[in-house]
């Protein structure tokens, strides 16, 4: 499938994603633009940790990322998001930003059941917090 921008979608890239949010096979999924091809990255295990999603984020590389948040409300109840992150870090050419800006909407579309969007430029935007707050609406 090609998207608006040529940017073809791995199937692969929606497969894990059903996984993750159906089976909750993984806690996370990145996503890299590789030879003009949206293509998973890497996927992090059931229990993996917020600190290994955020570790998995290159400080020089853009990557698309779903992440299946979960928090307890004040009142104890445990509810989950599906959040979709775009990491474009500031630091990244001018032409990766450029692809993965023309690419987003189209791939975020292909990905059904997406409940948030963030969007880090640097690690401080992809902070545990920033995913309560969006989550959360606080």
């Known amino acids: 499938m090609a998207s608006a921008a040529g940017t073809p979608v791995d199937d692969a890239c929606v497969l894990k994603f059903k996984d993750l949010k159906s089976k909750r096979k993984y806690k996370y999924v990145t996503y890299k633009i590789d030879n003009d091809c949206i293509v998973v ?8 940790g917020f600190d290994e999603f955020t570790e998995a984020l290159p400080e020089n ?28 870090p500031d630091t990244a050419k001018i032409r990766n930003k ?6 987003k909407d189209k ?6 059941g997406i409940q948030v969007e963030i969007q880090g430029t640097d690690f401080s935007e992809v902070e545990e917090k920033v995913f309560l707050d969006k989550c959360s609406g606080h």
């Open 41 to 48: 990255a890497n996927e992090g295990a059931p229990n993996a």
């Open 61 to 88: 590389d853009p990557r698309y990322a779903v992440f299946d948040f979960e928090w307890e409300t004040k009142d104890g109840c445990k509810k989950s998001k599906i959040v979709f992150v775009t990491w474009v």
């Open 98 to 103: 450029m692809l993965y800006a023309s690419s």
């Open 107 to 112: 791939f975020k579309r292909e990905l059904d």
